[in-house]
Every structure is written in C-alpha cells, then in structure tokens.
C-alpha cells in the first residue's frame, strides 16, 4: 500500500508545516500519483485467485452483477451490493500478510457478508456518518438499515443485523445520500420522490401516512447528487433531459407560486426547485428518442460544479454558479457559462465547439414568454398530444460549461463521478467494458482502462489513496492505482480513435464487445426477474420498522 511520507525535509530553523499547508502538499503529491495516465489493476476483488488468505471469509465473492460500491471510514473499508442481495464489506488488509504473500500492493479482504433479506436487486449501500450503520436500497422498494456494532467477523457470517425496514416509497429505490449526521439520509425513488431519513423517530409505513418527502417529482427518478459543501442544494434527475436543483433553504415558500406557476402541476414536498440544467436538444451522435439521465454528482471539493450523464449521449458539467439562460436566441457555438468564474475562481471556462446545428433547435422549452413583472421565462404548455415527460419543467435553465464524450452509455444505467483530490478527473463506465477519464479542465482524454469483461457502471475513487474501484457486470470488483513502472496492461487509450468511433455505431455493427453486454445485460435481467417472480414470497423481516 502506498505510503505518501515524501516529504522534501525542511531545516529546522524554518517553521513546521500548517495543517493547511500539510494538507494541501498531501492532495498535490495524490493529484501528481494519481495522474491517470497509466493506471494498472492491482487487486480482484472476489475472484477465486484472492479468496484464498485466511483474510477472506469462505466464497467472499458476489454472485452477481455489482451494482453498487462505497468508501467508508476513510478508505478502510469498501462496501458493495449487487444482484445477490447481499452486501459485502471488503477491509484493508493493514498488516500486509496475504498482500506480501500474494505479491499485492493493495490487499482488501472480505471480512463480512450481509445477507440483507432484500427481495430485488441491491442498487446502492452507503455507511452513514460516523456510525456503525449501513443502509441500503433496492429493486423492492424498501431502504433497510444494518447495525454492524463495531463487530466484524472475520471467518464467519456478519455480525450485524437489520434494525430498520423502511416502505415509504412506491417503486423502486435507486441512491442513497448520506447526511453529517449518523441518523439523517436521503433516498431517491423511481416514484419521483426524494425522502429524508430519520432514524431518531419511528413510524409504521403499513398503519399511517410516511412523513412528506423533500421532493415530489411527475417523472421517475433515478439519481441524486448532494455536495457536504453546500448540504443545502440538492441535484435529482432521471426520465427527463433536465437535473433539477431544490434548494432546501426555501422551505415554506412556494416560489413557483410567486413565479405565477400554478402549485398543483408541482406535487407536495417540502423544498422548492430553483434551477434546471439542460443540454442543447439534439444528441450530437444522431440517436432518435428523448434524452434522459443516468447519473449525477456534485464535486466534493468546489461545492457548485455537477456532472450530469445523459444515455446515449455525452457526460456534462454544469455549475450552481451560473446565471440560466435567457430565452433560445443566440448563436450556440460554444458552451458558456453567463456568470461565475472556474478553477480557483480565475480562468475562464473552457468553451466547447457544438457542429452541425445551433441553440435555435432548442434547449427544449416551448412558447416562451416574459411576463413584465416576471424576468425569468416562464413557459406554456405546447400542443396536447406531445409527451408530457418530453415537456419541461418551468424552471430557469443553466446550459453547460464543457462535454466529456467517447464513452457509451445506453445498454445500463451507469454512475458519473469526480476523480482525484481535488476533483480535476471526470470518469465514467462505458457499454465496451472500459472506464474513460477525462481532464476535467480540458476536457481531453485522460485514460481508458479495460474494467470488466462487458459493461462498467461504478467508479469510486478512494477518499484518500491513489485507488479505483471499478465494478459492473462482473461479479468481481477491480482495483487500479497507479503503475510503479509507468507500464500497464489494462490501458487501452492508445486505442482510444477505433474505440470512440465503435462506442458511435448501432447496437447490430461490428462492436461486440457492446453487443456482447447488451445481451449478457438482458439475460441477467431476465433470470433475475423471474427469479424474483417465482421466489418465495416469505420476508425476512426487522424488530423494527
């Protein structure tokens, strides 16, 4: 494991390092290691080859696809969930014994399996802050809570146990956000719904009303970004081609209202939205259909930049900062921000060429108008028989700043995410088995890194070491740092021109490796459902709901 304990040495008539000073020389040497320029696989998580240290519990692998994965307790564990139903925590492997044993840099091995009583697939686990509590979501519409108490078995079944089993949503729940605070979390729903979670209170969701959630949308929801910068904002999106940002300030004021937008069209929560991030309409690669959102994350570092991953189309990067756009008028050569400055708070934005068509195709929003008490463009209803979930939201929309493309994002629904210290890498999984990285500020391509044997979905960085945890459908998870001998026989960049151009064809052209995990991606999904179809109807259930 790598140590960072370089420290130029200092004479000593000169002042010791200030945390801030120490803190900030520990994030450029991880950003200067972490440079992404060749990255090697130096663990396998769940394979038959590593389970064999007395570190791993018996058949530590998952079954299943991974759909899920976590830092927690700053990088000494890794929880991931998946199609098996069952949660896995992976623990570093301090000593070194297995790792100097098997040759391994980084060693993590599974110490506890969580048979979590989910009766779907498991789509996302997170620890909450400073607790021994695991949540988790799933397929089945339930979020159901796990006290680990400390106690990690290391040869036998987990010694935690489920403590909270929570229905209040209406179809399937997909993200889990957690809060600073070991009782408060946050879930996003296929119900259109975001939900905080308290677990100082109780209530019965079978016997009584669920409290009101945050956040009631008339699409599904699928994801949801929340930075601890600014707790306050959070992102949703999903079926639509916008992400929204509810402010949760603004409880108790209804500013659709005070923008003259009837409240009924707006369900019942308890935030307000105050923006929308859109895209230009038209998908740069052609493909027909509406766009919509697959991923989402909000920069840990900054606290105002979001990513947004559109299937079938590209990665964008939007900010909070930014002023919305003004009408549909204008030339569109080139994706701007109105306001707010980048990096540092100096450069420029960098703009982005957009061919062959202009910001008159639309950033679909219909009939605008101005009202002349009003400055932000509300809009009406077009013609009835359009689809409703085509239509926006009347919200003020902010365009983005840059595009990261390349990657295919169409078979799954694939996770976008910020990489390195202070977020200056954008990754994301691709539909060919790879993971692309891309420079934040260029928007060049950083890395491509073969992760799975079809699709990757999940990419997580490690909070505090140069480490990346890739999963998909596999049922194995990879681990990748950076190679002390600058070589690596899992990047594919100098590919990088044949695989774009492949990651551009049609499902039914030579790329098959896509092809490949589309199908592998249905079967899985079909066994699965009828799995769940004609699976016993017997609930494992909690001393507590």
Known sequence: ???????????????????????????????????????????????????????????SGHTGCVNALSWAQEGELLLSGGDDRTVRIWRGDMTFESSVHQGQQYAYGCTSIIQTGHRANIFNVQMLQHSSRIATVAGDKQVRVFDLNHDYNRHGSCAAYCTRILRCHEDRVKRIVVEDRPDLFLTVSEDGSVRQHDLRTSHQCTNGPCPTPLVQMDHELSTIAVSPLTPHYLVVAGDSPYGYLFDRRHVGRLLHEEWGIPRSSHGHHLTTC??????????????????????????????????????????????????????????????????????????????????????????????????????????????????????????????????????????????????????????????????????????GISGIYEGDSAIVNVIEGHPRLPLIAVSGIDTTIKLFAPSPDGVSTFSRLANVERIMENNLQDEGGTNFRFSMGVRMATLLNSIRTTHTANGPAIEEECPTQ
Not at 14 to 36: A, N
């Open 1 to 59: 494991m790598l140590i960072m304990s370089h420290r130029p040495t200092r004479p000593e008539f000169q002042k010791p390092l200030l945390f801030s000073e120490t803190r900030r020389f520990g994030r450029s040497t991880l950003s200067r290691l972490l440079k992404p320029s060749c990255l090697h696989r130096v663990n396998v998580l769940g394979s038959a080859e590593n389970s064999n240290s007395n570190y791993h519990v018996g058949g």
């Open 274 to 443: 105050v923006r929308q991030f859109g895209k230009p309409k038209k998908p740069l690669n052609g493909r027909l259909g509406r766009d919509h959102i697959t991923g989402a994350r909000m920069s840990v570092q900054n606290g105002h930049e979001v990513l947004l991953s559109y299937s079938g189309d590209a990665v964008y990067l939007f900010s909070t900062n930014d002023d919305p756009t003004e009408g549909t008028g204008g030339s569109a050569s080139s994706l701007l921000p109105s306001a707010a400055s980048d990096y540092n708070g100096s450069d420029k934005p960098h703009t982005i060429d957009l061919p062959s068509y202009n910001i008159d195709d639309g950033i679909e929003e219909d009939n605008c108008s101005v009202p002349a008490d009003v400055n932000t463009p509300i809009c009406e209803d077009s013609d009835s028989d359009s689809d409703a979930k085509d239509q926006p939201h009347r919200f003020p929309t902010i365009l983005p700043r840059r595009r990261y493309h390349g990657a295919r994002n169409v078979a799954t629904i694939k996770d976008v995410n910020f990489l390195g210290p202070n977020d200056e890498y954008v990754v994301s999984g691709s539909d060919d088995g790879y993971f692309f990285i891309w420079d934040k500020k260029t928007t």
